[in-house]
């Protein structure tokens, strides 16, 4: 069984940035894909951004796409979200997920492990 565990949500005015870290549990010695999904307020949840277990492959929804960098470090088992020029409209509990093996998706529907979420308040 494989935890997780999202940090670094927080209040932070609109402009600014936040960084976000989940840390995989032992047990994961396989490879594995992350992602991160959010889900605002009245509001079904959403693809944020995917990595590759080497780290060469990143994707990002259009709306966060040059804003936030999705980046991983095996070594500690951790994947981070750093997140700039934020807006109200990001707003949201974030997770982070896992999928075991080399093929990145977007899909939650494919994911095998999810964190509790961490909540990113973006004021005006």
């Known amino acids: 069984q494989v935890q997780l565990v999202e940090s670094g949500g927080g209040l932070v005015q609109a402009g600014n940035s936040l960084r976000l870290s989940c840390t995989a549990s032992a047990g994961t010695f396989r490879s594995y894909t992350m992602a991160w999904f959010r889900q605002a307020p009245g509001k079904e949840r959403e693809f944020v951004a995917t990595?590759?277990?080497?780290?060469?492959?990143?994707r990002y929804a259009d709306s966060v796409e040059g804003r936030f960098t999705i980046s991983r470090d095996n070594a500690k088992n951790t994947m981070y979200l750093q997140m700039n020029s934020l807006k109200p409209e990001d707003t949201a509990v974030y997770y982070c997920a896992l999928k075991w093996g080399q093929v990145i998706s977007r899909n939650e529907d494919g994911m095998n492990y999810w964190g509790k979420g961490t909540l990113v308040t973006v004021s005006s």
């Open positions: 990595i590759s277990w080497s780290g060469g492959t990143t």
